[in-house]
């Protein structure tokens, strides 16, 4: 079941590709953008010099983003752990890059695709959930979408446009 | 003389198949081959992926050839195949440039009358 605008996320404990575990919970965060992602998909990787520069410019201002990884790596190898850690360590990563092995991280918020970004405020509240913006292909279109939603959690209003539909390689579950 | 004979591979997981089979007939139209058939086929299952080496979708086929001929370590599977722009971008649909010029080269290669 999908998470309302203005209910509590699910809070987990996921471990990253550095020895690292995080949390949902942050008490410190003003924000966190929580982002379904992966390795192979060409959406995923279209959007996420976007996703990383708005990590960046937010984090001064207490955002934290966390990227996930759930699909299936028995059937999807390039999904892998091992895959993951390579991954980051070859390219310039300005957010953990989390493991979901079991998927029940990606269940629970019923992520559908990567990537799917979820913003929650500091009370882990959901105040956006969809694509970062609305073209893969555009990237003048720098993340718009999560931009304004992070905009307006931070200056304490509710998200003009607090949902959009996640465009995306569908999340490869375990059969 | 016949026409270029193409085909579209699709996985439903994949979104990219309106926007991969409209430039495709853009192409083809831009060619003057726009009564060219483009012809669907869905790729459902893993043995269907075995059978047909798909390595993504979309995968257009062009007399049987694969437009952008993938590289040996791809694997095989129903996934979202990864292109790479001219620009080097990464997007889930072929360059329009590549996919032109491919047509271009196989109506040439067989004559087609434009």
């Known amino acids: ?175 | 003389m016949r026409e270029p004979d193409v085909e579209l591979l699709w996985w439903e997981g994949c979104p990219s198949t309106e926007r991969a089979l409209a430039a495709v007939r853009e192409a083809l139209t831009g060619l003057g081959l726009g009564d060219v058939e483009v012809r669907m086929r869905e790729v459902r299952t893993d043995a269907d992926a075995e059978q047909v080496r798909f390595v993504g979708s979309p995968t257009i086929l062009i007399d049987g050839v694969d437009l952008v001929p993938a590289a040996g370590d791809e694997p095989i599977g129903l996934s979202c195949r990864v292109y790479r722009r001219r620009d080097g971008r990464v997007s889930p649909i072929p360059d329009p440039d590549d996919l032109r010029e491919a047509l271009s080269c196989t109506a040439e290669r067989l004559e087609v009358k434009r």
Not at chain 1, 123 to 137: F, K, S, V
Not at chain 1, 143 to 162: F, I, M, N
């Open chain 1, 1 to 175: 079941m999908s998470i309302s605008i203005g209910a509590v996320a699910p809070d987990f404990e996921l471990p990253d590709t550095v020895g690292g575990t995080w949390s949902a919970n942050d008490s410190g965060a003003a924000a966190t953008v929580v982002v379904f992602t992966c390795n192979h998909c060409p959406y995923a990787l279209a959007w996420q010099d976007r996703l990383a520069d708005a990590a960046r410019d937010y984090a001064g201002r207490g955002v934290r983003f966390l990227a996930i990884n759930a699909n299936d790596a028995d059937r999807y190898p390039r999904d892998s752990f091992q895959a993951m850690k390579a991954r980051v360590d070859r390219e310039n990563w300005s957010m953990p890059y989390l493991h979901d092995a079991t998927q029940e991280v990606a269940h629970a918020y019923d992520a559908k695709v990567t990537p799917d970004v979820f913003v929650l405020d500091s009370e882990r509240r959901l105040r956006y959930r969809g694509a970062p913006d609305g073209d893969y292909d555009d990237p003048g279109q720098n993340a718009q979408w999560l931009r304004e939603a992070l905009d307006a959690v931070l200056g304490g209003s509710e998200p003009t446009r607090a949902e959009t539909k996640p465009v995306g390689c569908s999340i490869k579950w375990k059969q």
